[in-house]
């Protein structure tokens, strides 16, 4: 059974940060692509950053040069740093991962398409 567990959200001041990571529980099997997303109230779903078994990225244009996605030491973790905070940033952040390794393409354009195994999220919040 995969198991997608993710922590470090809570609330800042504008232009402050906050580091969110990820552990995803994995048997036998080996992860293709990890990647974050985020929901905010009343809006669809997107894909933040995501990040390949080579560790080619993949970020939202409006996060670039604030937010770095990384991989851990320890296997399956993944972790997003986000710096400059602002109060568009705010939603629950998802954490998400495919052992697909034909979906690494969808995975790199951060569609939910290619991603399996989600997490449940965790809330980030912003204010001004």
């Known amino acids: 059974q995969v198991q997608v567990v993710e922590s470090g959200g809570g609330s800042v001041q504008a232009g402050g940060s906050l580091r969110l990571s990820c552990t995803i529980s994995?048997?036998?099997?080996?992860?293709?692509?990890m990647g974050w997303f985020r929901q905010a109230p009343g809006k669809e779903r997107e894909g933040v950053a995501s990040?390949?078994?080579?560790?080619?990225?993949s970020y939202l244009d409006s996060v670039k040069g604030r937010f770095t996605i990384s991989k851990g030491n320890a296997k399956n973790t993944l972790y997003l740093q986000m710096d400059s905070l602002k109060p568009e940033d705010t939603a629950v952040y998802y954490c998400?991962?495919?052992?697909?390794?034909?979906?690494?393409?969808?995975?790199?354009?951060?569609?939910?398409?290619?991603?399996?195994?989600w997490g449940q999220g965790t809330q980030v919040t912003v204010s001004s």
């Open positions: 990040i390949d078994s080579e560790d080619y990225t």
């Open positions: 998400a991962a495919t052992i697909v390794t034909r979906k690494r393409a969808a995975c790199l354009r951060r569609e939910s398409a290619g991603f399996g195994y």
């Open positions: 994995l048997y036998k099997a080996s992860i293709a692509c």
